[in-house]
């Protein structure tokens, strides 16, 4: 099993910046390479994909929206994954949600992997 808990969501203005974190754990999450990510949802919208990281070999994967604006990235040694983000818009507001999935090959489906609570990050203008 994998234990995924996000944390560090808050209200900013438009323009801010703000870094919201992952912090991982469970036997699991040791013996494999994953797929994590970075899912936002705002109420009334579908599900999107905001950026990803495979731990394997460090690649990562943005959705053109957040592309130059976020940044992902992972502490190893602390178990955490980071999104930061930059020039921040309110269209960023929603429910930011860290996945985890061993073969999503990126932003692909994560149905069958893990999930977190979600953090709420609200961008004001």
């Known amino acids: 099993q994998v234990h995924l808990v996000e944390f560090g969501g808050d209200s900013v203005q438009a323009g801010g910046s703000l870094r919201v974190s992952c912090a991982a754990s469970?036997?699991?999450?040791?013996?494999?390479?994953?797929?994590l990510a970075w899912f936002r949802q705002a109420p009334g919208k579908e599900r999107e994909g905001v950026a990803a990281?495979?731990?394997?070999?460090?690649?990562?994967y943005y959705a053109d929206s957040v592309k130059g604006r976020f940044t992902i990235s992972r502490i190893k040694a602390e178990d955490t994954l980071h999104l930061q983000m930059d020039s921040l818009k309110v269209e960023d507001t929603a429910m930011y949600y860290c996945?985890?999935?061993?073969?999503?090959?990126?932003?692909?489906?994560?149905?069958?992997?893990?999930w977190g609570q979600g953090t709420q990050v609200t961008v004001s203008s």
């Open positions: 996945a985890a999935a061993r073969f999503a090959g990126g932003l692909g489906t994560f149905e069958n992997g893990y």
């Open positions: 469970g036997d699991d999450y040791y013996k494999h390479y994953w797929f």
């Open positions: 990281l495979y731990t394997g070999d460090g690649t990562t």
